[in-house]
């Protein structure tokens, strides 16, 4: 009768109350129940669905709060890039990723990278720019997934079979309108990765390409504050003395602090200075 009726539909509705309450409150580890009549059952998985949504999106913004202080703490940008992935692969449910950087030459350098064996990370460890899904998100300068047979670089594809990878996704890293690399993920699972994977990883690329610039920033300070140290040493060195062998000899050690070489020839030098190698 009516009173069955009202039990029958009042029992999912107060379940299902339950469960978008404590979703409003913050609580998204239970899941929500699904089951009964067909039109509460389809209510139920559209609440489930967007439980997991507001889940995943709160961790992947714990995520990438956790790189910003990662950051912050001045670290190497491969030490940045190592723990970034780790994190990525957590959330993004991934088996490997790695990073690349644009290096001189048309070169591809892996500077980080987890999930991978040594042999397939000796590999791909310098690539050219258009090698593999890397190649392909540089060039596009667009995230770039696929799956692992259509896999463009013919060399590397069978290392990715027998590693077991069978999706792959790549994003590139930009600081204003130049590319410095490119951040990939792969799984050995079937499922395909989805928009709300790229968006994220895109995330992190731009983290990561933020992290790039402030290291290179860094050094090229740091450069900077070197060479002025070293034009003052070599000016108080001329200013103290008149001896050419004294003055050649402050501005051979101030060089061998700011430049790489093997040999220096420095013209119009009379004399001869064996105290210091690499002169010619």
């Known amino acids: 009768g009516t009173f069955s009726t009202v039990r029958l539909l009042g029992r999912p509705l107060q379940r299902l109350s339950r469960s978008a309450t404590r979703i409003a409150g913050g609580d998204l580890s239970s899941r929500v129940p699904i089951g009964g009549i067909k039109e509460f059952s389809e209510l139920g998985v559209a609440f489930e669905d967007m439980r997991e949504k507001i889940e995943r999106r709160n961790r992947e913004l714990s995520m990438l709060q956790k790189i910003d202080r990662i ?7 491969n030490d940045v890039a190592q723990v970034g992935i780790k994190l990525v692969l957590e959330i993004m449910e991934a088996d490997s990723g790695g990073f690349h950087l644009v290096t001189g030459g048309g070169k591809l350098e892996l500077i980080a ?3 991978i064996s040594e042999p397939f990370a000796n590999a791909i460890r310098a690539i050219k720019t258009d090698e593999g899904i890397a190649g392909q998100a540089i060039s596009r300068r667009q995230p770039v997934f696929m799956d692992v047979s259509e896999f463009p670089t013919g060399r590397l594809a069978q290392i990715l079979v027998d590693e077991g ?3 792959l996704i790549s994003v590139p890293l930009i600081v204003g309108d130049k590319i410095i690399g490119a951040l990939g993920m792969g799984r050995r699972a079937s499922t395909p990765f989805i928009d709300r994977d790229i968006n994220f ?3 992190v690329a731009t983290q990561l390409a933020m992290a790039y610039e402030k290291v290179r ?3 090229e300070l740091t450069q900077r504050v070197e060479r002025r140290s070293a ?8 200013s103290k003395t008149l001896n050419v062998e004294a003055i050649y000899a ?3 050690q101030e060089l061998q602090k700011l430049v790489e070489y093997d040999r220096l020839s420095v013209a119009g030098l009379s004399v001869v200075l064996p105290l210091f190698p690499g002169y010619v």
Do not use: E, F
Request: net charge positive.
């Open 71 to 77: 950051i912050a703490q001045d670290l190497p940008l």
């Open 113 to 115: 990278y987890c999930g």
């Open 165 to 167: 990878i069978t999706k």
């Open 201 to 203: 990883l895109t995330s």
């Open 217 to 219: 920033l860094a050094a």
């Open 231 to 238: 034009m003052s040493r070599i000016s108080a060195a001329i």
């Open 250 to 252: 402050t501005l051979i």
